[in-house]
């Protein structure tokens, strides 16, 4: 893959896979006369690398599918700020808005008010077990549940005994379902750590329980917002022999780590897809009433020791 899917062909294509055995329909039709106007709102902060793909995501599908897009997130997650993001695009009466649920309960009013707007909803990335009940059409994201647990088995399979999960943003609906889905997959004895997101804070709070727990072998990561500083942290301290560090999500960093044997584990759950997605769906819902009947499971892939060579040139080109 040279470059991103940017021709309208494309764009149909992947829409077409969405609905099945729906007939084709030709480009110049399938654009519409008119481009659709989308808002997508996500909580993935600025400082985060998993925001820069998921956004080359919606860019190129609202490239592919005449659609005008905007795309908003906060510079530090801010539910009040979140939510009043969500109202002023309901305001602006879009032809849908592509949004991530990490606090379902802040969330439910405004989302709302934009269905009783007629404006269809898609959730991505969070949010999958209140997506519909919300009245989201569909969801396209991973189960962060059993993503977490099937983490934890894997990390019990490499003979971890004392792991510790490192939530750098609790409360977050998404990010407490891996932690807890990690516990239940290592099969207990596992941690969680709370932090926040400030990568020196991450750091300090890691390190000060490694000195209180000197029998931790085991970090789980929940994102590259941690990983980074946390490989850079146990590089520093040569530590990496007796930790044993895995990650939700992908970075050059946390590839090469990987690729390198420094890393057990990298969990992709290709947010390249659900930026890209979301626009598809609510474009061909738009102009031809067309909606999956199923949500969509964009993760999660184990990119393991074997595979991350492959993957890095991806990353690098935006897209995984």
Do not use: W
Request: contains cysteine.
């Amino acid at each position: 893959m040279q470059k991103r899917l940017k021709n309208l062909s494309l764009g149909l294509m992947a829409g077409a896979c969405l609905v099945g055995g729906s007939s084709a329909v030709n480009a110049q039709d399938a654009g519409g006369s008119e481009p659709l106007d989308i808002i997508a709102i996500t909580h993935i902060v600025a400082a985060d690398p998993f925001g820069a793909v998921l956004k080359n995501g919606f860019e190129d599908a609202a490239e592919a599918m005449n659609v005008n897009m905007r795309y908003q997130s906060p510079a530090q997650y801010d539910t009040a700020q979140m939510q009043r993001m969500i109202e002023q695009a309901v305001a602006a009466s879009p032809d849908g808005i592509a949004l991530t649920i990490p606090d379902p309960s802040a969330f439910a009013g405004p989302i709302q008010e934009a269905i009783d707007s007629g404006i269809p909803v898609v959730a991505l990335n969070s949010g999958e077990t209140v997506a519909h009940d919300l009245g989201a059409l569909a969801y396209v994201g991973q189960s962060e549940y059993r993503s977490g647990k099937l983490a934890g088995e894997h990390m019990k399979e490499a003979g971890v005994e004392h792991p510790v999960c490192v939530n750098f943003a609790p409360g977050q609906a998404q990010l407490d379902a891996r932690c807890s889905g990690f516990e239940e997959g290592f099969g207990g004895g596992s941690t969680q750590l709370s932090t926040t997101q400030d990568p020196t804070e991450i750091t300090n709070a890691v390190f000060a329980y490694l000195n209180s727990n000197p029998d931790t072998d085991g970090i789980m990561s929940l994102g590259s917002l941690s990983t980074d500083p946390l490989l850079a942290m146990l590089r520093d301290q040569n530590a990496l022999e007796q930790i044993s560090l895995a990650t939700f999500d992908l970075s050059p960093q946390t590839l090469e780590a990987v690729r390198d044997g420094d890393m057990l584990f990298a969990i992709d759950q290709q947010q390249y897809l659900q930026g890209y997605l979301p626009v598809v769906m609510l474009s061909l819902y738009n102009r031809y009433g067309l909606m999956p009947t199923t949500d969509v499971q964009t993760g999660p892939n184990f990119i393991t020791q074997d595979d991350a060579s492959q993957v890095i040139e991806l990353t690098d080109q935006g897209f995984r």
